[in-house]
């Protein structure tokens, strides 16, 4: 019996060669040890080494070396060039209506016309009292000068010519007001008639005719400056020494893309750098100026822009699938002529269109592991099942 006052184990009176007792755990463990140092095939025949594991499939893809464009990105709005608010300079009734809601109209043309009648009375009232006023002015010219030849001969004194002569520039004086009179009256004539201020496009029709408008109040079409036009931009602040910089050397270019169309979009050039950052944003406004000749750009429309601000030359691009994060920062999986891989720490520059430049660690031509990272570990041998094809390249922020 055993101390514990059960049965005995199987291996309780084991006796080793070198004398004396083990314990059942001690045996089995012995056996296991024995047993591994002895295993055999199913054959019989003693196993050789494991196999070595099967390639692990992947997609691969070239380093390539190319000239990437630094692009800033960024939803923009359309501005009109100019907008002018027409108002009346009169204060009149509307007679005509000259033009259509929306209607394409050349600097000068008739918009509308108030009735001239009231004006062109005043008019003729006020050329009346100058042609008598000039009557006037010539008979004081003409005692003036009678005076003055009495005075010479000593016929009449000094005071009554020296009145005639102060009468006579009163009268010339008094013409000269109501030249300016006349010269208001036919203004007043001419504004009657309410031309387009600019080229452009009219909104709607804010007086119609029968309208009695008061001057410098009433409010009666908008027109907005399409050719040429703004599109508006913002960027964050940190990219605003840089656009300055590489503005100060040439002009930048700003493409503008209208989103769900697939026209070609409208090229233009950055013409202006608002004076102040937006404190609550954080981001800086700029304007490139656009030809706009189709007028497919339009005031108040929301458009895709691209700021092309300068372009590395010569730069190593990769899939950005390719570039892989760990806890000793970015790395790519690097195919060696063996068909074995190497884990390369990179580091990289800006993103493009699902492209990354790589700044140090890859070198063109070289092919890196684009799917399939998740089997690998530096060593692995892989077998590549494709070629990744990447687009070209179109510019972002770095």
Not at 12 to 25: C, E, F, H, P
Not at 115 to 143: C, I, M, N, T, V
């Amino acid at each position: 019996m055993n101390a514990g006052g059960g049965r005995p184990s199987a291996y309780s009176n084991v006796r080793w060669a070198g004398g004396g007792r083990r314990s059942g755990i001690q045996v089995l463990a012995a056996l296991l040890v024995s047993g591994a140092g002895c295993s055999k095939s199913p054959t019989g025949v003693p196993a050789g080494p494991p196999p070595a594991p099967p390639a692990v499939p992947v997609t691969v893809a070239p380093a390539t070396r190319e000239n990437v464009p630094v692009q800033l990105r960024a939803v923009a709005r359309v501005e009109a060039y100019q907008t002018v608010t027409v108002k009346p300079q009169l204060t009149g009734q509307i007679r005509e209506v000259h033009f259509q809601r929306g209607q394409i109209v050349a600097e000068g043309d008739l918009l509308f016309a108030l009735d001239a009648r009231p004006f062109e009375a005043a008019l003729r009232k006020a050329e009346g009292l100058l042609e008598k006023d000039l009557a006037l002015a010539r008979d004081a010219d003409a005692e003036a000068a009678w005076q003055k030849d009495l005075f010479q001969k000593n016929v009449a004194t000094e005071r009554e010519f020296d009145k005639s002569a102060a009468a006579a520039a009163a009268l010339h004086a008094t013409v000269a007001a109501d030249r300016a009179v006349v010269d208001q009256a036919r203004l007043d004539v001419e504004y009657c008639q309410i031309r387009a201020p600019l080229a452009g496009v009219t909104g709607d029709v804010l007086a119609d005719r029968g309208n009695v408008v008061k001057a410098n109040e009433a409010q009666l079409v908008v027109i907005n400056r399409v050719e040429p036009i703004y599109v508006a931009l913002a960027i964050p602040e940190q990219y605003l020494a840089e656009v300055r910089r590489h503005q100060a050397a040439a002009p930048l270019i700003v493409e503008a893309t209208i989103p769900a169309e697939s026209a070609a979009s409208e090229r233009g050039e950055l013409t202006f750098i608002d004076n102040q950052v937006d404190r609550t944003t954080g981001t800086i406004m700029l304007k490139g100026t656009f030809a706009n000749a189709e007028r497919r750009l339009w005031p108040g429309q929301y458009v895709n822009a691209v700021l092309r601000v300068t372009e590395l030359s010569d730069a190593v691009v990769v899939p950005t699938a390719a570039v892989q994060t760990g806890l000793s920062g970015t790395y790519v999986f690097v195919v060696e002529d063996d068909h074995a891989v190497a884990l390369r720490p990179v580091a990289t520059g800006l993103s493009i269109d699902h492209r990354t430049v790589i700044s140090q660690g890859v070198d063109a031509g070289e092919r890196v592991v684009t799917e399939g990272h998740l089997r690998l570990v530096p060593g692995s041998r892989v077998e590549i099942k494709g070629e990744a094809v990447a687009p070209t390249p179109r510019g972002s922020v770095p």
